[in-house]
């Protein structure tokens, strides 16, 4: 490790990396930005088309039966791929892929209302069951889509201001107490407006419980993973980027 300055900031980094306030990387060359993005846009997708609209239940040693939304399975690659995005790239560049996925989930959700809606064929009977797993989803991706702005955001603030804050520092901190944050907004937001009236009220009430503490103990498992790929990712791309001056406004995609 060696020590490095970023605008008074104090931080230590390892060999091969350089310490760097988020305005120089400005029209940079990223090797594996772009990439990140793309996984990003469909696991979002994925999670929300797949995996938002079942409850699940399962028999757990000790805990007995869990109840869950299914969409939980799709947690752990969004969320450590989430926390890479604002560790290794800082706080704008998160932004943009949270405004591309954004897109990309009113474009799903407008061609699933569309496939639903088209008259089926007189000789092809699956359309009750494709309206079945797809007719609710404008509005579970209504309620999605904003969940997923306002969590995802809290998310890449928290982490982004505790990495200055604590210099860089603790990574596992900022990793669970965005989490802690983030999800906390996006399950307060996305379960109630997304199946009131459709299910229990009691059953979204677990759910939310189940599903908050669920993804909140995925990311503390995680956290070794999370250091791996955040540790690859920096020696890569030889960037560790500090959000020192960085306007936090998420009505914008300017990096």
């Known amino acids: 490790m060696t020590e490095q300055r970023v605008d008074g900031l104090k931080v230590d980094v390892r060999a091969g990396v350089q310490a760097v306030e988020a305005g120089a990387i400005e029209g940079k060359r990223l090797k594996y930005y772009d990439y990140c993005m793309a996984a990003f846009a469909v696991i979002l997708i994925c999670s929300n088309l797949i995996g938002a609209g079942k409850v699940a239940t399962l028999d757990l040693p000790m805990l007995g039966a869990v109840t869950f939304g299914a969409g939980i399975l799709f947690f752990p690659l969004s969320y450590v791929l989430g926390d890479v995005l604002t560790e290794v790239y800082g706080y704008a560049r998160a932004r943009r892929v949270v405004w591309v996925g954004f897109a990309a989930s009113v474009f799903a959700a407008s061609m699933a209302a569309l496939v639903v809606a088209m008259p089926p064929a007189a000789d092809w009977t699956g359309q009750d069951a494709i309206a079945q797993v797809l007719g609710q989803a404008p509005r579970i991706f209504a309620a999605s889509i904003l ?109």
């Open 147 to 255: 969940a997923f702005w306002a969590g995802e955001f809290a998310n890449a603030f928290v982490m982004a201001r505790m990495k200055v804050l604590t210099e860089g520092r603790w990574l596992w901190t900022r990793t669970i107490g965005s989490t802690v944050v983030g999800q906390g907004v996006d399950t307060l937001i996305f379960y109630p407006l997304a199946f009131w009236g459709i299910w229990e009220p009691s059953l979204i009430i677990t759910v939310m419980i189940t599903n908050y503490l669920l993804k909140v103990g995925w990311e503390a498992l995680l956290t070794p993973v999370t250091y791996k790929v955040v540790n690859t990712m920096k020696r890569r791309e030889g960037l560790d980027v500090y959000d020192v001056e960085t306007d936090f406004t998420p009505f914008r995609t300017k990096v």
